[in-house]
């Protein structure tokens, strides 16, 4: 009977044991999980907001610097945490990228101001692959490149209601070059040139899926407005 006792007391401490863990396993799940919400919300916010200030960096340097930080620090993290992801973020553009950064390091024996070309090299070379290769690892999934879309496209109307404000409001004869949040019309011109190709690209996605709405309403009148501000921006370069 006493074994019989001392088995049964065995089995409900043993249940007992199991249950606790069961609920501190359960509340871990709970809490990596609003964790993993959070970071989620975060990030999206970070890459969100470098988008639509990106075209409007000079404006806000300190803000770019911040979230270019946090983007790098996305991308160390990655590398560090899952170096299978990173090889998964190899792209055919690795090979000249690193060719051509190894090139401007060499080429900083014949610099006749070392300092500030290092600054320039820096800030400028190095701060645009850090930002491929973490959106490229950032946009594995669907649901991020949506966001990186809508936060362009926000980005992008808000460039062309000023351009179209200063085209309709402000125009003159002797400033007839609207120059939009840039601050030159020649600057205004580049992003225009360069981001018209994405809506023609956009449009033929929509073609091809049957979304004929969105190109009717969306693409078609943002491709105009997009001519119409190239135009106006008189840029020659980007022509």
């Known amino acids: 009977m006493r074994a019989i006792f001392r088995d049964e007391k065995r089995r409900a401490k043993s249940d007992e044991k199991s249950g606790i863990l069961k609920v501190i396993l359960k509340t871990n ?3 990596l999980h609003r964790f993993s919400s959070s970071a989620e919300i975060f990030l999206n916010s970070v890459f969100a907001l470098f988008v639509i200030i990106l075209p409007v960096e000079r404006g806000t340097a300190s803000l770019y610097y911040i979230l270019l930080g946090f983007m790098a620090l996305y991308l160390i993290n990655s590398i560090i945490s899952s170096g299978a ?18 090139w401007c ?3 900083l024996v014949w610099s ?4 500030i070309t290092i600054r320039y090299l820096v800030r400028d070379l190095m701060a645009y692959i850090v930002v491929y290769y973490s959106t490229i690892i950032y946009m594995r999934k669907k649901e991020r490149l949506e966001v990186l879309v809508r936060a362009f496209l926000l980005s992008h109307l808000l460039i062309l209601a000023v ?3 200063q085209l309709f409001f402000s125009f003159s004869e002797k400033t007839w070059r609207i120059e939009s949040v840039f601050g030159n019309p020649n600057m205004l011109g580049n992003y225009l040139i360069v981001t018209l190709p994405v809506f023609f690209v956009w449009y033929e996605y929509n073609l091809r899926n049957g979304h004929v709405k969105i190109n009717n309403f969306l693409i078609i009148p943002l491709i105009t407005l997009t001519e119409l501000e190239l135009v106006h921006s008189g840029s020659r370069g980007a022509w």
Do not use: N, V
Not at 85 to 102: E, M, N, Q, Y
Not at 112 to 115: A, G, S
């Open 112 to 115: 006749i101001d070392l300092h």
């Open 163 to 165: 351009g179209l404000y």
């Open 85 to 102: 992801s990173f090889r998964s973020a190899k792209t055919p553009c690795d090979l000249p990228l690193f060719a051509f950064a190894g």
């Open 105 to 107: 390091f060499f080429s």
């Open 29 to 31: 799940k709970e809490t």
